[in-house]
C-alpha cells in the first residue's frame, strides 16, 4: 500500500480516539467514549506499523519509536483515569491534547535521540 494510506489511517485512528474523549465528557455515554477510543487506539497503532515498516525503519526502532509507544500506552490509559474519578475529565482531555501533540512533534520531527 502507498504510504499515504497509512498516513490517512493513523489520523481517522486519532480522530477516532479524540472522538472518545470528547464522549468522555458526557456523562451517559463514557461506554460508547471507550468503544471510540479503543477502535481508534488499535487503528492508530496498526497503522503506525505499517508506517515503520514501510519507511524501512521497523527493524532499528530508533528511541522516539519507543517514546512514541509509551505515549502511547499513556493515552490509552487516560480515560481510566476520568471514568474512575481520580482526575476530572477536562484535565485527561487537556493533558491528551497535550501528549498527542508531543506524539505528533516526535512523529514529525523523527528526532536523532
Do not use: N
Amino acid at each position: 500500500m502507498p504510504i499515504a494510506i497509512y498516513h490517512v489511517a493513523h489520523i481517522i485512528g486519532l480522530i477516532f480516539v479524540f472522538i472518545g474523549f470528547g464522549a468522555l465528557l458526557s456523562p451517559d455515554s463514557a461506554r460508547g467514549a471507550m468503544k471510540w477510543h479503543g477502535t481508534g487506539l488499535l487503528i492508530s497503532l496498526i497503522s503506525g506499523f505499517g508506517l515503520l515498516a514501510k519507511l524501512q525503519i521497523f527493524a532499528s526502532m530508533p528511541a522516539w519509536v519507543w517514546i512514541k509507544f509509551a505515549l502511547w500506552l499513556i493515552l490509552g490509559f487516560l480515560p481510566v483515569l476520568a471514568r474512575r474519578r481520580f482526575v476530572s475529565a477536562h484535565l485527561v482531555v487537556i493533558f491528551a491534547v497535550i501528549v498527542a501533540g508531543t506524539m505528533g512533534c516526535l512523529g514529525y520531527l523523527k528526532p536523532a535521540l
